[in-house]
Every structure is written in C-alpha cells, then in structure tokens.
C-alpha cells in the first residue's frame, strides 16, 4: 500500500520556519535602502563656506533688536543655577521629630554658658568705736597708726547681703549634668572676689524717689580695708573685745584658695560686741552667747586668714588660672558642699567720713567653670576665655548715715499734766566720743526743752582709771555711738587705754573734769511721762501707777531726725555709769547703738 500523503499544515509551517521568513523579508529591505542611500545629493560647500555663513549668522542675531521676551521664548538663566550647587544643603531642614536609630543611653552635650547670681537685700549699717590696734605691725605707720597706740577710735559702715548659693549650685548641677565632661571641682560654686561700690547722697536729695543710675558711683578698694582689719590687734578676750563673728561657720562661704577673698570680712576688734547688723536675720541668724563660745577656736583661723591678704595682688586673682593646681597643694580649704541656702556678704568701709550720707552695691566674681577646657568639650570657643565670672550689680542698699563724735541718750522725760500748757522736759545724757584714743566722756542733764540746741559747759564724766597687767593705770575704753554730732574737748587721759573690758582692775570712780560738750544736736519734740489712768473702787485708787514711755525727737547737725526712746537707752547709761559691773562680754542682740539696723531702738530720717 502506498503511504498516505501528510496535509499540509500552515500553522506548523509559520511556527517551524518563521524566522526564515523574517529573514527572508529584511535582507530584500536593507539591500533596497542601502542602494536608495547613494542616490542622495552632495553638499556644494567647502569647510571655509560653511564657516563664514555661521558668522555671518552670528552676527545678525547679535545685530537683532529683538531678543527672547519679544518673541515670547523664556530663557532659564543656567549659569547662576548652577552656581547652587556649590550651596551646602542645611540638613536641619530637613530632620524629622523622629529620631534615627536612637542611643540606648541619653547623650551628652557639649558644655554651655551658666549664669551666675548677684548678692540679694544688701543692708548697710554705720558705726563708731573703739578699735584695738597692733602699731607695732610694720604696715601700721603706713596706715596712720602712730607709734605705741594699742586703741584708737572709728567709724565704718557695714554691709551685708545675702550669696544665693544654693540657686547657684542648682543652676550648675542642671547646666553640667548632662555634659560630655563633668568634674565636681569645677561644677560647684567658687567664690573668689567681689567688688563694692559706693555712691554718696546728698543732703538735699529725697531718698525715697532716688534713681541709682543718677547717683555717681565709685570703686572702692576692698584690699586696703582688710589690711586694716589685720593692724587692729585681736587683743581682747571674750565677746567683748569683737574677737568672735557672731555668724556661725556654716553661713560663711569657704575660702577654696589663697588667692581668694572672704565674702564676710572678719570682725574689727572693737570693745564692745556686734550684734545683728553683722548678720542678716532672718536668713542668717545671730549666734547666742552659748552657740558663740562653743567657736571660739575660729578665732585663730580668722586671724591666719586675714593675715594672708597682705600679699594679695586683686589683678593676680582676676587673671590667674583657678584650677591651676588642687586647693590643697596651694594652702587654701579643701572645697567642700554647703547644706546652707544663703552664704553671708560682709564688707566693712573705713575709709568713710563723718555726717555723710551713702548706698552701696556689689558685684560677686566667681570661678568660670569652663576655663582652661579642651575646644571639643565646649559649645562655643569664648567661654573657657575668662578666669573669673563677674554678676549683675546687687540692687543698692539702703541710704546710712555716718556718725560724728557726739549724741544724745534720753533718761527722762516729764509732761505736766494739770498744768498743760506748761513746757514739757526730759532728762538726757550728752556724750562725747574721743576719736584719738577711743574713749566716751558724758554729761548729764535733768532738764532741757524743746527748741533747745544741746551745747554745755560742764564736768565731763570719762572712763575710770584701770590697771591693766602691768600694773600702770590709764583710761578705760568704753567704746560705741553711732549718732552724729561734732566736735567736742578731747580727753586728756593718758594714751595706751585698753578698753574696759581687757582690764584686770579696776576702780569704780569715773574720771571728771571740765569739758566744753559742743554738739549742735536740737531737741524737736517730747512725749511721755504722763500717768495712765488706774481703776478705782470706792474713791480708792488700785492698780499700778503706769506711765506712757518716753520719746524724745533730736535734729542732728546732719540733717538726720532720731526718734531716742528711754527703754532702750537705759542700758547703755547703765553701761557708762558703771562700765565693769554692767556686764560687756555678752553679745546678747542689740549690737552697737545706733547702727541703723533694724536690731537699734532708734529711728533716723532725712529732714
């Protein structure tokens, strides 16, 4: 049998030789334009032809009045685009408030500027007294100690304020926590300096309107006035002689080098004690008599303190590196943490005069914790510059007035009460201060009125005769005043006294004899003295007979009114009559008369 013919199949036939046909289409194709491709016509130019019509058209498109705008093309000006490129992109611009891959651990800053806080409710005090001096130190002569003194007399204002420290130590611990580098030396609070300023007050201005930038305000030189403090001796005993501070250790900033100063300057050796107007109560609390005596071993290191300031260069402190080398090796008090909130501020001002009216403020200088530091541990380069960072100004004190030499105690006063329209009178001590050997020398008068300038001719009560260790005897200092007033006769008792309270014997007979008391201080009004009326029963008079307290109002030649009251006067005419049995080793709290702080019994105010 013949085998069967296969049919033929078009769809197997593309899909086994589709690609022959594909082949077989293009070759015909390529050959078609290949040959149409030599049939086009050749240019007639020559390389130099063409090259001067491309001038020629250059320059009819430069010659053309129109440009892009007029033919409505906008041209993109690439070149200044292309100069952004050179623009660093700011990637803050870009951060998202989600954080990459964040840190298992918070991360540390760089270290920032800390603001540093000023002294708060700056007070100022004034004052008069005996000082004890050492003449022979040999700065004395130079300081105008004449030769053999051992007591002179004085007048300073004080002024004290309160060191935030504990806002400062706060303020450090939150800006440093958290920075790359910490070190509890340079994280903790270092007072190094300050810098008082005072501004005087005239007569005429009225100090409740008073604008501290009208005032003119001067420098004063801080190291003279401690160099002073250590030519008054510390000769005396006990509390009477000023030897003790009355503030506690506690509220004293410690001292963390020798190049550096106390911010409470110690206490002058005067003969009688302070009281508040060297402290700042409520904050810092005078100590007791107790708390006082359980300190007495500070009295040394005081001493070894204030010593030391003779050799002090204040531009050697403000340009010297502070963490030059540990406080140890340097000699100054190991740094140490302070529970207490305030440090205490304490300035004396010696070089004051008498009957002047002054405010102070203050500016603190403190350690710069950044200083000396690597570039890469700080924020900005600037803030390892300084040494010593300086506060605000504090804001002014109060306006204190300084005492002359004379003032006036009150110990008695009398109204006639059925006869009203008589004159009423007081009974006042006038006393004269001795500025050249520190001793108080009064009057006493039963009977003066208002009106009255209290000037006298009389027998001048002084200090009694002491014999001192070396069996001479002298005048006793009885120290203290701190009113106003002029001049008066000098006592002529022998030069050398040491006070009252630095006596080993003494006689109970004061010293007399006839004085000229000039003191220009007028008597403005009286009151008290009058009886307060009693209850009765049947005509018969009970209760006890009780008197309205006495007050007498004084002008003193300042322009300063006082308002002396008997009660509080009474103790210091008890002291002057009897110096040694009255009892001056205490401090109690009253402090020095006068002080125009408020632990004084009497009131000042400008006329």
């Not at 309160?162 to 400062?168: E, F, N, R, S």
């Not at 609390?285 to 070894?304: C, G, S, W």
């Not at 009203?420 to 004269?432: D, K, S, T």
Request: charged content about 25%; aromatic content about 8%.
């Amino acid at each position: 049998m013949k085998p069967k013919k296969k049919k033929l199949d078009i769809k197997a036939f593309f899909i086994n030789h589709v690609e022959k046909v594909i082949l077989a289409l293009v070759i015909p194709l390529a050959l078609f334009f290949a040959w149409k491709g030599t049939k086009f016509t050749l240019l007639q130019w020559t390389p130099v032809e063409l090259e001067g019509i491309a001038k020629d058209a250059d320059q009819k498109i430069k010659g053309s009045e129109r440009g892009p705008a007029d033919e409505g093309i906008s041209v993109s000006k690439y070149d200044l685009k292309a100069q952004l490129i050179k623009v660093p992109i700011l990637p803050d611009l870009y951060a998202t408030d989600i954080k990459w891959m964040p840190s298992l651990f918070p991360e540390k800053n760089k270290r920032t500027a800390v603001d540093v806080f000023t002294v708060e409710d700056l007070r100022a005090s004034s004052g008069l007294g005996a000082m004890l001096v050492d003449s022979t130190r040999p700065e004395a002569s130079r300081l105008g100690v004449p030769p053999g003194t051992t007591q002179i007399g004085q007048r300073w204002a004080v002024v004290t304020g309160l060191i935030p420290y504990a806002k400062q130590s706060e303020h450090f611990i939150r800006t440093f926590s958290e920075s790359v580098f910490t070190e509890e030396l340079r994280d903790t609070p270092q007072y190094r300096m300050y810098d008082v300023f005072r501004a005087e007050i005239p007569h005429d201005t009225n100090i409740h309107n008073l604008d501290p930038d009208d005032l003119d305000w001067i420098k004063l030189d801080i190291s003279e006035a401690l160099k002073k403090t250590v030519i008054w001796g510390r000769s005396g005993s006990g509390r009477g002689s000023g030897s003790v501070d009355p503030v506690d250790v506690t509220y004293q900033a410690p001292i963390p080098r020798e190049l550096s100063i106390p911010m409470a300057q110690g206490l002058p050796p005067v003969t009688k004690p302070f009281g508040a107007e060297v402290a700042h109560p409520p904050m810092i609390p005078v100590l007791t008599d107790e708390q006082a005596q359980a300190i007495q071993e500070q009295k040394q290191l005081q001493e070894e303190q204030l010593t030391q300031f003779f050799e002090i260069d204040l531009e050697n402190i403000i340009t010297r590196d502070p963490f030059a080398q540990p406080p140890e090796e340097s000699g100054g008090v190991p740094l140490q943490k302070s529970s207490s909130q305030y440090f205490l501020f304490r300035f004396f001002d010696f070089s004051v005069e008498s009957g002047h009216t002054y405010c102070y403020r203050v500016q603190l200088r403190l350690n710069n914790p950044n200083h000396g530091l690597k570039e890469e541990l700080l924020e900005n380069r600037s803030l390892q510059e300084a040494p010593l960072l300086v506060t605000d100004f504090s804001e002014p004190s109060n306006p204190v007035t300084i005492p002359l030499g004379s003032r006036v105690l009150v110990s008695s006063t009398s109204l006639n009460e059925q006869s009203p329209w008589l004159e009423p009178q007081a009974g006042i001590f006038l006393i004269y201060f001795d500025m050249e050997n520190g001793t108080e020398w009064y009057h006493e008068r039963d009977r003066v009125y208002r009106g009255q300038t209290l000037n006298f001719r009389g027998d001048g009560i002084g200090p009694p005769k002491t014999e001192g260790p070396d069996g001479r005897t002298g005048g006793g200092g009885i120290a203290m005043g701190a009113t106003p007033a002029p001049q008066g006769t000098r006592n002529t008792s022998p030069r050398g006294s040491t006070g009252a309270t630095t006596s080993t014997a003494a006689s109970t007979e004061n010293k007399r004899q006839g004085m000229d008391f000039h003191s220009e201080i007028c008597v403005l009004d009286i009151y008290g003295g009058t009886r307060f009326p009693r209850a009765s029963t049947q005509n018969i008079v009970t209760g006890p007979d009780l008197r309205a307290p006495g007050r007498v109002l004084v002008l003193e030649p300042g322009g300063q009114m006082r308002l002396r009251k008997i009660d509080t006067d009474a103790i210091e005419m008890e002291q002057l009559k009897n110096p040694i049995t009255s009892g001056t080793s205490g401090l109690g709290t009253g402090g020095l008369d006068g002080m125009g702080s408020p632990s004084t019994g009497s009131s000042g105010g400008r006329r």
